[in-house]
């Protein structure tokens, strides 16, 4: 079993900043590329962010120069800066990964591309 489990949302005023972090557990053998995806209102899901298991990142042009994604490979964990935070950032931003993990009963490994619940950030004054 795999599980994702977010941290660091909430309520911030327009200009402030956050952290979100997203630990990933369970049988993993190896986690490629984590990712930060949002969601608000009456809107599809995007990618806000992601970084492969070298370091490598790309950004959603609306992000760029006010959030930094990183990770730390020794504990599964992806982290996402958000400064200068604008209204128009208010979403649920859900952490992803695409990994490979142990089956059980030594049965061998897998790809699971996995989604944390999500975590409410609300940018407002």
């Known amino acids: 079993q795999v599980q994702l489990l977010e941290s660091g949302g909430g309520l911030v005023q327009p200009g402030g900043s956050l952290r979100l972090s997203c630990a990933a557990s369970?049988?993993?053998?190896?986690?490629?590329?984590m990712a930060w995806y949002r969601q608000a209102p009456v809107k599809q899901r995007e990618l806000v962010a992601a970084i492969t298991s070298g370091g490598s990142t790309n950004y959603a042009d609306s992000v760029k120069g006010r959030f930094t994604i990183s990770r730390d490979n020794a504990k599964n964990t992806v982290y996402l800066q958000m400064n200068s935070l604008e209204p128009e950032d208010t979403a649920v931003y859900y952490c992803?990964?695409?990994?490979?993990?142990?089956?059980?009963?030594?049965?061998?490994?897998?790809?699971?591309?996995?989604w944390g619940q999500g975590t409410l950030v609300t940018v407002s004054s």
């Open positions: 369970g049988n993993i053998f190896r986690i490629h590329t």
């Open positions: 992803n990964a695409d990994l490979i993990y142990r089956v059980d009963y030594g049965l061998g490994y897998d790809a699971l591309d996995a």
